[in-house]
């Protein structure tokens, strides 16, 4: 029986009805679904209890809190079978599904099954899927999929450039029209980056976000007016993180 692999919040699956807080669709009414497992490591993830296990090596900006010790693994998953996922997400009635991480193309199959599921039962849902761009969907997914809101990870990530930037999935995401891309913006100097990926991968600048790294309001206000100048010059759009102002760092919200 095919399972997804779920983040395990307080007990209970992080399924959740909220706001789409970032990107080209912020605002609208959205349930979560956030996967567990990640292929990347960044340093300032704030979901780094999908993916940060014990006895990894990889760095992350909470080290230096006393309080803060990597997760166990066994106990941070929830495998839920498709009808599981199905039933939590039918409570709330809505039909905008974020397929989100962790890195969820990591379980590429069992979501295309996921989505194939929802598909029986009505034909009106619309999958985004938020992704960090380093793997390329298959034919199937491709078909299921409405929206990849795909996230490349700059130098600031402390991730190697040979595991964050694979050029044959940026290839394919700057070509397809389902995809926007967004940045996270930590400083001024990130933007030099973002130029070169979209110059190297040809990708429009009507499809790529800058969104300002933070979580809290007051780290994201901060950087706000300089980074909505750089879209203003570049053309790029600006985007927010409108769960982070009202929830602040919050999981399931
Ligand atoms: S790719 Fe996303 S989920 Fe993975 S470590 Fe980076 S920020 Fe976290």
Redesign the pocket.
Same mark, same amino acid.
């Given at each position: 029986m095919t399972t997804v692999k779920i983040a395990n919040l307080d007990g209970k699956p992080e399924i959740f009805h909220s706001i789409q807080g970032e990107g080209k669709n912020i605002g609208q009414p959205s349930v979560f679904i956030r996967t567990s497992l =990640? %292929?990347?490591? =960044?340093i300032? =993830? +704030?979901? +780094?209890y999908?993916?940060n296990w014990e006895k990894t090596r990889f760095a992350h900006v909470k080290d230096t809190d006393p309080t803060y010790t990597k997760y166990k693994m066994d106990e941070l998953i929830i495998s839920l079978t498709l009808e599981e996922i199905y039933e939590e997400v039918f409570k709330s009635g809505c039909k905008n599904i974020v397929l989100t991480?962790?890195?969820p193309m990591m379980q590429l199959d069992e979501l295309s099954e996921l989505m194939q599921f929802f598909n029986t039962k009505a034909t009106d849902y619309f999958f985004e899927i938020e992704t %960090?761009g380093t793997l390329v969907p298959d034919a199937t997914f491709e078909g299921l999929i409405h929206q990849y809101n795909v *996230?490349p990870?700059l130098a600031n *990530?402390n %991730?190697p450039k040979k595991l964050r930037e694979k050029p044959e999935a940026y290839n394919y995401f700057s070509a397809n029209e389902k995809a926007v891309f967004k940045f996270v913006i930590s400083a001024e100097n990130d933007l030099t980056e973002v130029l070169e990926i979209c110059e190297t991968y040809k990708i429009p600048n009507r499809k790529v976000y800058l969104m300002p790294e933070g979580t809290n309001p007051e780290a994201l206000q901060k950087k706000q007016q300089w980074l909505i100048e750089i879209c203003k010059k570049h053309q790029f759009n600006y985007t927010d993180r409108l769960h982070v102002h009202i929830y602040g760092d919050k999981r399931g919200v």
């Open positions: =990640c %292929n990347l490591h =960044c300032w =993830c +704030d979901t +780094d999908t993916w991480g962790g890195e %960090n *996230s990870k *990530s %991730n």
